[in-house]
């Protein structure tokens, strides 16, 4: 079966990027050896493909009998490497690699201008997409995090692949420094569960009851659990972590397209619906994972609301959107957590499958809205909407397919991003109804959710109206992309309209996912899946439907009129209190300011002091040593004569020596 | 029994030894017959290979019954040889190092006269490495250090109108010959005290022989400290290892020393069990003084090669830890018999990665030598732009070397080291070990401060000239192998670390059993 060749699915990228980054320039080919990447990475399509179809077919790789490697062990302790396929895994593996080559594809023509660089770009690019699939098919946290770190590495490369330019050398710093505070959380969390638990197999504690069957206290556990979830707020970019991913925009486009919807970033939420079987154990994690979700979604879609470069609407709708996942894998998580204790339930996945469901959209609509964005990029030349407009005409490909994207991430069906997106709120809302003591925070949340809709479709529509529609705002020639840049957009037009639904074809995506989450969790709480046909009469007979229907459809409607018929101007805002708070969300709440502030003031200070310290005690101790073992080797080098003589001498002293030593120290032993 | 012992099935085990002397011997007749000069270079490569393979096969247990006659029962009792895991790991670490050291060779010696005489020997060398790996009896240890040994003297002056080469074989061979006699006498007071040559009912003489024995281990510590070149006995080692051809500094380094290493393991473990408390501290102290002593004077060197030399007494160092952890061994402890093999696994895994990283340092060097440079550091100078690869090459050895992870130098130091940890703190075992984790380690520090300077000069300094260095395919072929070897071992180091342990599981096998 083709699953058990899943491990070969990581192995091309990176044979990719090392054929790139060792061979001689003359092998190349074209393009800076951008075909080696291409067939790398469709050879890894080509067997995710193979693989999700043997899921599909019921065959999955988990459990203790998964197989691995042992990397290196030394004594009783023991590294391997493995490979653990189930239904998240077959969805991200999609993902990845359905993105990826998109991507790839896209670079040909986006990058045709890079001359030299491109080399190095294609090589990074294998290496990003090669890491995250090894990131996805990890069976054990060690794994995980080494590609995990990998990954981060290649998106600092990436990010700052024009470093020439101080923007994006240092854009490029922030998301490694930020999202390296997320690491190091992760890295607490995983030393606790080593601690207690004893390893940091998958099999070992995604098992029932795993974390308090190794002696930790509740409130152990509950800690563990945030600081696993601190890795995704970095990595996922959640607040208050979230201000790197905006400034991430100074890698190239298609950089920011893999990074917003297949690599980076998605692997925060991965490792949150991976890490479930433990999470279910914490029922005051999933509150707060759900907590951040909420607020990230709010935030960034206030932020979305006053941007002008169309790269930072795109990405804070990331941020928002990848709230939205976090959002109902908290509150599908506590659903499950109360049902555990209470007994069984139906339809119990929806949390945890709307998140993945909304993931897996998400990654098709906003590498289509990137990679569209890219393309109007590439045409007039700046970020800058302002600059923009009217392109419609000129650029009818990129226009409709935006279009569609933005239509789904807006949740108007039957796009995409509606099905998901109602599910997402619709589990929300469940919270409320079964999560106990946390329910008035859901209600909260719900509405939060419901508001973020709104905005979502008003900024998505904002940024297609300035962007398309209108005048003709700069004298840059616009034409439209070449085939290799439009072919994609094509493709994850179609996808970004159907994906959703996935939902009711067959036995529907929930019911798949559930399987996922019956095997891990354990037999105690059966998942029952329910028939897709009858949740989809339960979709459009229920009101909370009809009310993220109507708020998306308002914030449609609202752009329109503002940014089309200009029935009302912005600039009447600029002023007073709205001046202000548009200030305010120009300035994102001052978080980027606030963490500056810190970082300047009170870091700074501290390395001041490490730094004297380091400058006068360590270095002065460090030139000791260093001086002491020159003047020492100096003189045990004078007794180097070159003569033999003393060569022979000397082995006969030390040869006394070590007999007047053996008869010391030793003949006591009779 | 021993009336059922053939002919036959001594010459099956000894299979690979018999091929490798038969090819030596073909040397000089191909040589002076056909006329022949690189084509005896490939001729070596082949037979080597050929034993390689066949030792490499019988490793692997799924491959094993492809090679039978190297597994043909041999009656214990009367036994000379002992032909197991530890005997087929060192030899294909000689054989892997004789093989490089061919395919640099005839690049490098093409000025000189007398090819067949030079691979001859080397191959010679290479058999008597691996008589002492495979033996079970002083007296074959002895013959194989004395083969190998005069064949490297032989070696060493090779270039016989270079006065640094002939002087360097000059000093070889008189410090040599005097520890030869010291290891000698020393062997012949163990025959004394025990009765017997061979090593395992050596090491059932019980500890009755206190004075006799003692004397005997002090001799042998300097004989066999002067193969390892173990301080105070190193002192003739940069001196030859400078003046050798450097194909002949890379065998001597990569592989003559990991012969008085086996020798060390052989004598010291097996056949003196009983004595292990007595020479455990002097052997840790001598660890800690070797290592030290060979990174602080290499701080001081100018000329890479010097440098290296001196690196390679460092290592010596590092390997030598192995043995007073070994000396932990209870064998009514499973866990401490476990420590005891994992040290020696860790000895036997940086015996590995020393001899493909300190050769391929050695064959950088001479790559430029070849091409007219000097052995200096300022020769080294921005090398990074004129001969990239050669640049890249230097860069990973010399990390490797300082144990810097990812790399195989650094694997096989943690073995060695957390071994050391062990055995300090596991019940039964020695607290003071750990002082030999804690000196390694340090001393690893002090190391880089040497290998840095050599990648220093490589990046950062500017070349003389920005003329592009052209190196022999088959110098950069033996490079790329000893590059691969080091990363890969360190990218993927379990199935090394399973070879070493099984080597070091039948090191203790050979032990006496109650």
Known sequence: MMIDYAWLIPVFPIIGFLIISLVPKKWLIWEGGAPYIIGMSTAS?????????????????????????????????????????????????????????????????????????????????????????????????????????????????????????????????????????????????????????????????????????????SGMATLSMILLFGGAIGKSAQFPLHEWLPDAMEGPTTVSALIHAATMVKAGVYLVARSYPMLVQTPDALAFIAIIGGITALIAATNALVAVDIKRVLAYSTISQLGYMMLALGAGGLIITGLMHDGGHDGLGAGYSSGIFHMMNHAFFKALLFLAAGSVIHAVGTNDMLKMGGLGKTMKITSITMLIGSLSIAGIPPFSGFWSKDEVLASTFHAFEDAGSYSTVF?????????????????????????????????????????SMTVPLMILASLAAVSGFAFFIGRGFFSFMSDSISSTIGSSVAVEAIHPLESLGEIFTSPLTYASLIVSAVGLFTAYSIYYKGAFSVSRLASGVTGKLQKLLAERYYISWFYDAFAYNIIYGISLVADIFDRYVIDGAINGMAWLSSKSGAFIRRSQTGQVQNYVAAIVIGGCLLLLFLIVFEWGEW | MAETATAAEYFGVLMPQILLLIFALLCPALDLWLKMRRGIAYWVIIGLTIVGVMEILALIPETQNLVPFLFWEQPPETSIFAVNAFSMVFTVVFVFVGALVAFVSPDYIKRERNHGEYYALLLIAVTGMSFVATAGDLIVIFLGLEIAGISSYALTGFQKSVKRSTEAAMKYFIVGGFSSAISLFGMSLLYGAGGTTNLTELGAMGAEYGPIVLLGIAMLIIGLGFKIAAVPFHMWAPDVYEGAPTSITALLAAASKKMGIAA??????????????????????????????????????????????????????????????????????????????????????????????????????????????????????????RAPFLALAMAIFVLSLAGIPPLAGFYSKFVLFSAAIFGSSEPGGASWLVWLAIAGILNSALSLFYYARIIKSMYIHNPQSQDRIKVPPLIQAAIVIAMIVTVFIGLYPEPFLEGALEAARALNGLLPIG
């Open chain 2, 264 to 385: 060390l393991f052989k004598i010291f473990i097996v056949a003196l069990l009983a004595y292990k408390a007595q020479w455990d501290l002097a052997i840790g102290i001598i660890a800690i003084l070797t290592m030290t002593v060979g990174n602080l004077v290499a701080i001081q060197q100018n000329s890479v090669k010097r440098m290296l030399a001196y690196s390679s007494i460092a290592q010596a160092g590092y390997i030598l830890i192995a043995l007073p952890v070994w000396a932990v061994y209870d064998p009514s402890s499973p866990e401490l018999v476990r420590i005891s093999e994992y040290a020696v696994a860790g000895g036997i895994l940086h015996v590995i990665t020393h001899a493909a990283m300190k050769s391929g340092a050695f064959f950088v060097i001479l790559a430029l030598t070849v091409r007219g440079f000097g052995e200096n550091l300022k020769d080294f100078d921005g090398l990074s732009k």
């Open chain 1, 443 to 483: 209600l909260i949340l719900w509405i939060m959710g419901v508001a973020t809709a709104f905005m979502t479709a008003f900024y998505m529509f904002r940024m297609w109206f300035m962007t398309f529609t209108g005048k003709q705002r700069s004298d840059a020639h616009a034409h439209e992309s070449p085939v």
């Open chain 1, 45 to 217: 399509f080509v067997l995710s493909i193979l693989v999700i179809i043997d899921v599909l077919n019921g065959h999955t790789l988990t459990g203790p009998d998964s197989p691995r490697m042992t990397w290196l062990s030394a004594g009783s302790f023991e590294l391997t490497f493995g490979i653990w396929i189930d239904q998240l895994t077959a969805v991200m593996l999609l993902v990845v690699s359905l993105v990826g080559t998109l991507v790839v594809i896209y670079s040909v023509g986006y990058m045709h201008g890079e001359g030299e660089t491109k080399r190095r770009y294609y090589a990074e690019i294998a290496l990003f997409i090669g890491v995250m699939f090894g990131l996805v098919l990890a069976d054990n946290f060690v794994e995980m995090f080494i590609f995990w770190e990998l990954v981060g590495l290649c998106s600092y490369l990436l990010i700052g692949f024009w470093k020439h330019k101080p923007s994006a050398a240092s854009a490029a710093k922030r998301a490694f420094i930020v999202t390296r505070v997320g690491d190091i959380m992760l890295l607490s969390g995983l030393i606790i569960l080593l601690r207690y638990v004893g390893t940091l197999d998958f099999s070992e504690l995604f098992a029932e009851g795993s974390l308090e069957g190794s002696g930790m206290s």
